[in-house]
C-alpha cells in the first residue's frame, strides 16, 4: 500500500481523493490538509468522511494541524501537493516540497509556482535524497505531455515546442470565433461557467501559458528560464472584428505559447491559424505540437484543466513511484 | 553501455544504427543480422561499415552467421528485433524472441506479428525470465501511445479508442478528396512515393489497422482477441462520388479502427467524419482518440511509419530499459 499525504483539498484534491475511493489504486491517505486544518492518521484517513466535511463547507480537519505539521509529522511515502499556485513567492508549496524531500519523501506536484520558480534546485534535492520529484499536472492538465517528452521521445532532440496551454483563453476565442461575441461578452460567458476566475489576469494576460512554456524549458528542454524571459501579449485586446477578417481566409486565432530552444525563443502570443491547423480545438482543450529529429512532429490534445483531469495526471505520477519502488524493493 | 543485438537491418533497422551512430546513446551492438547474415562482435559492431555493404547491396555480415546464432551466441542485454511482420506464423521473430527471453535478455520489438499473436505468452515468458518485452513501435510508430495508455493514464478505466492507424489508407484518401482521383488512381501515386507495397492488400483491406487493434486489445486492455475477432471493411470500393457526397457535407472519409471493451466492439470500416474532427489528419499520419473516465478524451497525431520514425519508439524503448536496468543495479 502506498500512502500519501495530500495538502490541497480544493477542486483537484477532491478529485484525488473521489478516485482513491472509487478505484482503490493500492494507494491510502495518512495526512490530509486544506488551507484551514489537517488531519493526520497512520491508519488511513476516511476520505469520505472529509468529503462530506468540505460539501459542509467545514475545514476537512483539526484546525490545531497545519499542512506543514502534515508535511512534518505524518508517516507517508509520497507528499501530493496540489495547492493553489502562486506565481510570484509559490508559497506555502515550495516550503511544504523542500519539507517532504528533505524527510526523503517523494513528491508529486500540479502547483506550477515550485517547479516554475525552483526545478533545478528541487530536482536536485530530490537526487539528493534519492526521491522523486513528478509535476506532469503541471502542464496541460490530463495530456501526459511531460512524459512523453521525457521518457516516449528520449533519444530524440526537441526542436520546437508550440502549443494553446491555456483552456480559457481557448474558450473565450473560440466563442468570438462562433458567435461574433466581443471579449467581454466572452468572458463574462467564461465566468458564468466556472472556466475563468473573477480576476482573469492570470489567464487573459498570457502568464498562465508563460508559466508552463519555463516549465517546459528548465525541465524537459534543459534551458534555465524565469517568466520574464517569456515575450507575452494576452488576448484583451482582440476585436471580433479581427477574428472575423481571420475568418474570411479560413483561419481563426488562437493564444499560441512556442519554444525554439536553438533560437531562444519563448513566446506567448495571439496567433492567426488555418481552420485545419491540429492546434486550433475548440472550448477549453488544449493541444501542443512537438518537432523531433527523429519522430517527426507529433501532436497532443486533451483537456487541460478540471478536477478529474488534473488528478488524473497526479495519480500517474503516484503510480509511476508505486511501480519503480515496488520494484526496486 | 547498454549492448543490443539487432535482428533486421531494412529500413528501421538502419534507422536505429543511424540514430546510434550520430547520438551514442550509451548503445553499443554487439549483434546484427539481416535476412541473409550475422555479426557477432562482443567489442562492438562497426554500423558505418555494416550500413555501407547494406548501401552496396551486400550482406550487412557473415553468411555462415544467422539471425538465430546472432540470438543464441551474441552477448546483449537487449534484443531489438525489428524484421518485417509476417502476419500468418509471426516467424522468424516469434523463435526469435522467444530465445532472447528465455536467454533471460530484455527484448524491444517493432514486429506485429509476435505481438498480434502472442502477447500473454510472450509477456508471461518475460516475467517469467524477470526481463522487459516492449514494442511501442508495434502501433502508430513515432507516437509513444502504449506507454500513455499503460503509464501515462495509469489508473484511468479506458472506455474506447478510436483512431486513423494506417498511413496508407489515410494518404490515399487524402488525394482522393482533394484532386477527386479515383481509388486506382490514388493507390498508384501511393506506390510511386513508396507510400504503399507492390502488393497493397494488407494496408488497404484494413489488416495492417485490424492488428494494430489486436495489439492495443491484449496489450493495454486487456482483452484476448485475434485478427478473426476484428470486424474488418477496407477502402477498395470507395468511389470518388462518395467522397464528393462527404465533401458536400463538409466531412470526409477516413479508415477509422475501433474498439469499445465494454460493448465488444473491434471494427475496422471507412466512415464519414467532419473535416474539423481531430482524427481527419492528413496524408501519412496517424492519430488516435483515448476515452478515459478520468482524463477524458485524449488526441495523439504523428507519423505512423518511417525509418526514423519507428527507430524514435524502438529507441524509447531501448532507452527506457536501460534506465530501468541502470537504476536497479
Known amino acids: ?34 488551507s484551514r486544518s489537517g488531519v493526520i492518521d497512520a491508519s488511513g484517513i476516511d476520505l469520505s468522511a472529509a468529503l462530506d466535511r468540505k460539501e459542509r463547507g467545514e475545514p476537512c480537519g483539526n484546525l490545531d494541524i497545519s499542512s506543514m505539521d502534515v508535511v512534518e509529522e505524518a508517516e507517508y511515502d509520497i507528499l501530493v501537493e496540489v495547492t493553489p499556485t502562486d506565481v510570484e513567492t509559490a508559497e506555502p508549496a515550495l516550503g511544504h ?83 461574433g461575441l466581443t471579449y467581454e461578452q466572452a468572458l463574462a460567458e467564461a465566468r458564468d461557467l466556472g472556466y475563468a476566475e473573477a480576476d482573469p489576469t492570470y489567464d487573459v494576460e498570457g502568464i498562465d501559458a508563460a508559466i508552463k512554456l519555463v516549465i517546459l524549458a528548465d525541465t524537459v528542454l534543459g534551458m534555465r528560464v524565469t517568466l520574464d524571459d517569456v515575450e507575452r501579449t494576452g488576448i484583451t485586446l482582440l476585436s471580433p472584428e479581427a477574428l472575423q477578417l481571420a475568418e474570411d481566409q479560413d483561419c481563426t486565432i488562437r493564444l499560441i505559447g512556442e519554444i525554439v530552444p536553438g533560437a531562444g525563443v519563448l513566446q506567448v502570443s495571439p496567433r492567426i491559424v488555418a481552420k485545419t491547423h491540429p492546434l486550433v480545438v475548440e472550448g477549453t482543450l488544449n493541444a501542443v505540437t512537438v518537432e523531433t529529429d527523429l519522430a517527426g512532429d507529433l501532436t497532443f490534445i486533451g483537456k487541460g484543466a478540471g478536477s478529474t483531469e488534473t488528478a488524473s495526471a497526479v495519480i500517474g505520477d503516484i503510480l509511476y513511484i508505486q511501480s519503480r519502488h515496488v520494484q526496486s524493493s
Open 1 to 34: 500500500m502506498t500512502r500519501i499525504a495530500l495538502l490541497g483539498f480544493g477542486s483537484v484534491g477532491q478529485g484525488i481523493a473521489r478516485a482513491i475511493l472509487e478505484k482503490g489504486l493500492g494507494i491510502t491517505v495518512t495526512g490530509l490538509a486544506d
Open 97 to 179: 516540497i523542500r519539507g517532504a524531500l528533505q524527510r526523503g519523501r517523494h513528491v508529486v506536484t500540479s502547483n506550477k509556482g515550485p517547479i516554475a520558480l525552483d526545478y533545478p534546485g528541487l530536482q536536485a534535492l530530490a537526487e539528493e535524497c534519492g526521491v522523486f520529484l513528478r509535476y506532469e499536472a503541471t502542464v496541460c492538465g490530463a495530456i501526459p505531455l511531460i512524459r512523453a517528452m521525457q521518457e516516449g521521445l528520449a533519444g530524440n532532440t526537441i526542436t520546437r515546442i508550440c502549443g494553446v496551454f491555456n483552456g480559457t483563453c481557448n474558450y473565450i476565442l473560440t466563442r468570438m470565433a462562433a458567435e
